[in-house]
């Protein structure tokens, strides 16, 4: 059975309320409890605010490709007349986003939505396939007509048609048995066709132990005294607040120095009149206290410290509050009216609403007899435990199961996405406002591309590769881009469409790399289809393999938009040097990196090249992590080393001046990297230089371009005596020549203060090249002990320790590579890819 849960409830201003808090948390009690069913949830895209909460409620409960997002113009709220076309619309996309899924059950979340919100629900009838369910909270304007829909005409029309779209309803879920009760006695509805699933209060609620600091806090914050009674909840009529000031009052002065305390926000209207009525009754400016608006935590924390808690209200659909306070082991006193009865459960703790006498009495006892207030509270906990919303979530299942059997709706049958959208088309045309312009075409053409996605096809895996695309620069991180996509698009990962792409400056979204792949992957151009805007759907994942750092700010608006609709964002992160050794690098280029990685801290999560990196960036969060509703994944992978699988670069030097055969027949020594400070060169000259001073035979050899920061060093190795003899600095050699100086070579130095992985060495130990490398915890991730180590902190040292090397080496006794583990760039890519699944089905 594949059930879609409308979560338009949790949406609106209503997730402020007790409706968006049951439709969250049944939401989760039925995804938890699906067994071999499916779960999809859809979401409102006009109500974007609420997107990100929903989301990370349902982390490690649903993929997020089982959370679809539909779209429409708005607005759509049915206050304004001249909303009505765009609200049909709206209600036919919403319902074309469903059929898309071919869900067996809908169940709508809150069918009473859509008056002052962007919310669009539509007719039940709408759907002709599936079973269409709903929750039925209460029927408490349609008792109290005069008093919550005659003062607002417009709103009437809007609830008395949501009222009569009840009896179309295949299945109602009751959050009560009063409240299946009531709806049986006032509606012409089948005693099969509404289920009481009940409901349940969060796990935050539950008994805590405060400090004397932590009730000091909550003391001095609110203005309390030791003894308080409380209420929580509304302040609307049937809540009975004026009843309680009195019963209170009657009793204040034969209980001394105890407060009445209302936690919650209320209507400053409310609140005004209630301070009237204490003080007519005699009651002092400090006996009743307005928290206003209060957090979960502060309202635990009240339950907990409280002398009694009251819940006088004489109609509930259930009763949430009473249940909060049991919960957290506080003694509860109540109404015998409506769904009371059935949170509190115990007639010794009710009391008639409608006399004030019967309140005070009951408030006298609890707050005198101990006996009966520790009865109370014991009673209260006992009675929570029957509550869940486990029991809610399966009670709903059960629900489903029973309607689907007698269900003679005709099963869902599967459509391609080009005919969904077709029959969505056809169904806007037939509205007539495609045609007198009531809606705005070209939004319309976006929001049905985007609402439409399908169920079956596999999720896109983009591969950002913009650097690439415009320019490949030989780097380190080039070859990694080169080298992982290459595999990519030729062994693509099972279950995902590889796609590259792009972006570029002056345009805010994302390209296909088609042209850039076809001539990649060494066809002619002619063969390349158009680099077209990109369309993604939820389940699809973005991974940014190269390095944006002047890029990615600019874009967090558009990958915003990407992962509220479902795609999850990752980013490969090479190293956090700059912000390690950040004198290594130019300022401008520090302000970019703090900008970028701050940046990434935002999405779901970093692919490190180490496990070094992966905790130094873990480290960083600590300290530096933004305010954020979703975990944030960090996963770890290896490089690659065959430099054949790395669409490698070809040629020879011209000059034999730069070929290693110019140089001495005397061990000779590679550094391989960009020259820039923290590579070590300027220390490793130095040395080699104390080294050809002691009288060592030994050459040294540097492949890598002129970085930054370093023109003192490249003027010292374009003038040094020994270059040509046993120097060499080769500023640009192919992938090809630099195989060659691997073979040829007899050790790799790794001289880096700091690196992210340190390719270099996985690169030498495929070509058994023993390696010298400073003892970083990352160079001993990668090598292990199949490298000699030395510390840096002394240059003489470092010649030293090159010199105890040198000894090894005539004796052949020196650390060998040959055993040393590495990766090809194959299984590189096949590590990055299960990184990548663990993380998006956490």
Request: proline share 5%; aromatic share 10%; charged share 25%.
């Amino acid at each position: 059975m594949r059930i879609v849960i409308d979560m338009q409830g949790a949406q609106t201003e209503s997730r402020f309320r007790g409706i968006g808090r049951y439709s969250l948390s049944l939401a989760q009690g039925i995804a938890r409890n699906r067994g071999e069913h499916e779960v999809f949830l859809v979401l409102n895209g006009m109500l974007s605010e609420s997107i990100e909460n929903i989301r990370a409620a349902f982390v490690g409960l649903l993929p997020q490709s089982h959370i679809r997002v539909w779209y429409a113009e708005g607005p759509v709220s049915d206050r304004d007349p001249a909303n009505a076309a765009r609200r049909q619309v709206a209600e036919l996309i919403r319902q074309a986003c469903i059929d898309d899924l071919q869900p067996d059950v809908v169940h709508v979340t809150s069918a009473v939505e859509g008056y002052i919100d962007d919310a669009a629900i539509g007719s039940p009838t709408l759907d002709t396939g599936a079973v269409v369910s709903a929750t039925l909270y209460d029927l408490i304007p349609l008792v109290s007509t005069k008093q919550y829909l005659d003062p607002n005409p417009g709103y009437k029309r809007h609830y008395l048609e949501k009222v009569e779209a009840f009896k179309q309803y295949d299945l109602l879920l009751s959050i009560s048995e009063f409240a299946r009760d009531e709806a049986l006695s006032l509606l012409p509805l089948n005693e099969s066709d509404i289920v009481n699933v009940s409901t349940a209060a969060d796990d935050v609620f539950r008994p805590i132990s405060l400090s004397l600091d932590e009730r000091a806090a909550v003391v001095k914050k609110f203005a309390l005294h030791d003894k308080f009674v409380l209420y929580s909840g509304g302040a609307d009529d049937r809540k009975n607040l004026p009843q309680l000031i009195k019963a209170f009052a009657n009793i204040k002065a034969e209980l001394g120095d105890i407060q009445l305390v209302f936690a919650g926000k209320m209507p400053e209207y409310h609140i005004n009149s209630y301070k009237t009525l204490a003080r007519a009754q005699g009651l002092g400016n400090s006996d009743l206290i307005f928290t206003g608006y209060i957090t979960d935590e502060e309202l635990v924390a009240l339950y907990s410290m409280c002398r009694l808690y009251v819940f006088p209200s004489w109609h509930e659909g259930f009763g949430l509050p009473p249940l909060e306070a049991m919960k957290c082991g506080a003694p509860v006193i109540g109404a015998n009216t409506s769904s009371v009865p059935e949170v509190i459960g115990w007639k010794e703790a009710m009391f008639d609403p409608f006399d004030i006498s019967a309140i005070a009495r009951k408030l006298r006892q609890a707050l005198v007899n101990e006996d009966f207030r520790a009865a109370l509270a014991a009673h209260g906990l006992e009675r929570s435990q029957a509550f869940s919303w486990d029991r809610s979530g399966k009670a709903a299942i059960a629900a489903f199961e029973m309607a689907l059997e007698r269900s003679d709706k005709p099963a869902a049958t599967a459509t391609t996405r080009i005919d969904a959208t077709q029959a969505l088309v056809d169904a806007l045309a037939a509205t007539g406002h495609l045609s007198n312009r009531a809606v705005d075409v070209s939004l319309l053409a976006k929001a049905i591309d985007y609402s439409i996605q399908g169920v079956s096809e596999k999720p896109t895996l983009f591969v950002d590769i913009s650097e690439l695309c415009k320019h490949d620069g030989k780097s380190g991180i080039q070859r990694v881009v080169r080298s992982i996509l290459l595999e990519w698009l030729t062994n693509a990962p099972a279950g995902y469409v590889v796609k590259p792409v792009y972006t570029k400056a002056g345009e805010p979204f994302y390209r296909y790399a088609a042209k850039f792949t076809t001539m990649f992957l060494g066809k002619e151009a002619s063969e390349a289809e158009i680099d077209e805007a990109i369309s993604y759907r939820a389940g699809d994942v973005y991974i940014c393999l190269d390095l944006l750092m002047d890029v990615l700010p600019h874009k967090q608006s558009y990958l915003d938009t990407m992962r509220a609709h479902g795609v999850s964002i990752f980013f490969v992160v090479y190293d956090l040097l700059i912000l390690q050794l950040p004198h290594c690098f130019v300022e401008s280029l520090q302000a970019h990196y703090i900008k970028w990685i701050n940046a990434v801290a935002h999405y779901d999560g970093a692919m490190c090249i180490s496990h070094a990196v992966a905790d130094e960036l873990r480290e960083w969060l600590v300290e530096n992590a933004p305010e954020r509703s979703r975990p944030f994944h960090i996963g770890a992978f290896h490089l690659g080393a065959d430099i054949d699988q790395s669409m490698p670069s070809t040629g020879v030097p011209e000059s034999p001046g730069l070929r290693i055969e110019s140089l001495s027949p005397s061990p000779s020594f590679l550094m391989v990297g960009t020259l820039e400070p923290r590579k070590g060169h300027a220390q490793a000259l130095d040395a080699f230089e104390l080294l050809w001073k002691a009288g060592h035979n030994a050459n040294l050899i540097i492949v890598g371009k002129h970085g930054w920061l370093v023109d003192e060093l490249a003027a010292r190795l374009t003038g040094h005596a020994e270059l040509g003899k046993r120097l060499l600095w080769l500023e640009g050699v192919s992938d090809e020549y630099l195989e060659h100086l691997y073979n040829e070579a007899d050790c790799l130095v790794a001289a880096s203060y700091g690196e992210g992985f340190g390719l270099p060495l996985i690169e030498a130990a495929q070509y058994n090249l023993p390696i010298f490398a400073r003892d970083l915890p990352v160079f001993r991730e990668v090598a292990g002990e199949y490298a000699y180590y030395f510390e840096g902190i002394d240059t003489q040292e470092i010649a030293d320790r090159l010199a105890n090397w040198l000894a090894l080496y005539e004796k052949n006794e020196h650390p060998r590579s040959d055993e040393m583990p590495w990766l090809t760039w194959k299984e590189s890519a096949k590590q990055l890819i299960a990184e990548l699944d663990r993380v998006c089905a956490a």
